[in-house]
T-cell receptor, first 110, second 112 residues
Framework: TQLLEQSPQFLSIQEGENLTVYCNSS?????LQWYRQEPGEGPVLLVT?????EVKKLKRLTFQFGDARKDSSLHITAAQPGDTGLYLC??????????FGTGTQLKVEL | GAGVSQSPSNKVTEKGKDVELRCDPI?????LYWYRQRLGQGLEFLIY????????KSGLPSDRFSAERTGESVSTLTIQRTQQEDSAVYLC??????????FGSGTRLTVV
């Protein structure tokens, strides 16, 4: 079973700051997804990355897939309180089953 | 429906009782997954249904857990003789194609 480590585990920042969260594995990802989960809700898909070195942007969010496809990062520019939530990376395996990382809990304060 | 619907949203049960959790997937989504999320943690895979194929039960933690799905419609997850360690949020997701799960809001189960 692939193990996904996310860092940092917790992050508390002020509105307007930039931040990066990381997702790492000892084995190669076939594809990687990033989700955001708000309290009382299920995770919501943000992006899927497939190709090594791929960079995708979603407004203020930039997702990068490592060249070797063993790591990924999510960078948020000028964070807003609405970005608060649990950020989860997930690797897709056989049967399209997802293996999730432990998550990064982000809190953006005014 | 427009999204994945789960019921109940919250369930408090006494230790030793059985509980049944329900998931209504998005119409037309052939694949359905159940995950468990303990407080502050990531999601653990439980079971997966794909069309009429035999379900992948490899994530079920014990024989007290079972799930059924009729065709491509509603699924129920049953936990027998609940224990306190079963307390968690149980999430259902459906999938069309190869990417992009749609999750329900989950059932928060508390065993007292």
């Amino acid at each position: 079973t692939q193990l996904l480590e996310q860092s940092p585990q917790f992050l508390s920042i002020q509105e307007g700051e930039n931040l990066t969260v990381y997702c790492n594995s000892s084995s190669v990802f076939s594809s990687l997804q990033w989700y955001r989960q708000e309290p009382g809700e299920g995770p919501v898909l943000l992006v899927t990355v497939v190709t090594g070195g791929e960079v995708k942007k979603l407004k203020r969010l930039t997702f990068q897939f490592g060249d070797a496809r063993k790591d990924s990062s999510l960078h948020i520019t000028a964070a807003q309180p609405g970005d608060t939530g649990l950020y989860l990376c997930a690797s897709q395996g056989g049967g399209n089953k997802l293996t999730f990382g432990t998550g990064t809990q982000l809190k953006v304060e005014l | 429906g427009a999204g994945v619907s789960q019921s109940p949203s919250n369930k408090v049960t006494e230790k030793g009782k059985d509980v049944e959790l329900r998931c209504d997937p998005i119409s037309g989504h052939t694949a359905l997954y159940w995950y468990r999320q303990r407080l502050g943690q990531g999601l653990e895979f439980l079971i997966y249904f794909q069309g009429n194929s035999a379900p992948d039960k490899s994530g079920l933690p014990s024989d007290r857990f079972s799930a059924e799905r009729t065709g491509e419609s509603v699924s129920t997850l049953t936990i027998q003789r609940t224990q306190q360690e079963d307390s968690a949020v149980y999430l259902c997701a459906s999938l069309a194609g190869n990417y992009g799960y749609t999750f329900g809001s989950g059932t928060r189960l508390t065993v007292v």
